[in-house]
Nanobody
Framework: QVQLVESGGGLVQPGGSLRLSCAAS????????MGWYRQAPGKQREWVST???????NYADSVKGRFTISRDNAKNTVLLQMNSLKPEDTAVYYC?????????????WGQGTQVTVSS
């Protein structure tokens, strides 16, 4: 089994910063993709950013230039540094662990952490 535990959410004013952390434990397959998705009230879950085991990273256009993803393969952790936060970044943020294409493993999700950007 794989467990993902997020931390670091909270309330921040517009323009502020937060750092989300996700620690994976259990039977972790490799190579893999770790990343973040978010879901705002009344909206579908959307992709935010991902990073592969070899460091290939991608960002949604809405967060490019403001968010930075990183990972520590030895510790099975992924971080999301969020700067210049906007009210529209308010959502529950979910950590995700997925296999690379062609690999037959399950996708795993964390329980989510709330990020609220408000004055």
């Amino acid at each position: 089994q794989v467990q993902l535990v997020e931390s670091g959410g909270g309330l921040v004013q517009p323009g502020g910063s937060l750092r989300l952390s996700c620690a994976a434990s259990g039977s972790i397959f490799s190579p893999n993709v770790m990343g973040w998705y978010r879901q705002a009230p009344g909206k579908q879950r959307e992709w935010v950013s991902t990073i592969t085991t070899d460091g290939t990273l991608n960002y949604a256009d809405s967060v490019k230039g403001r968010f930075t993803i990183s990972r520590d393969n030895a510790k099975n952790t992924v971080l999301l540094q969020m700067n210049s936060l906007k009210p529209e970044d308010t959502a529950v943020y979910y950590c995700n662990l997925s296999p690379l294409p062609g690999y037959r493993y399950s996708t795993h999700w964390g329980q989510g952490t709330q990020v609220t950007v408000s004055s």
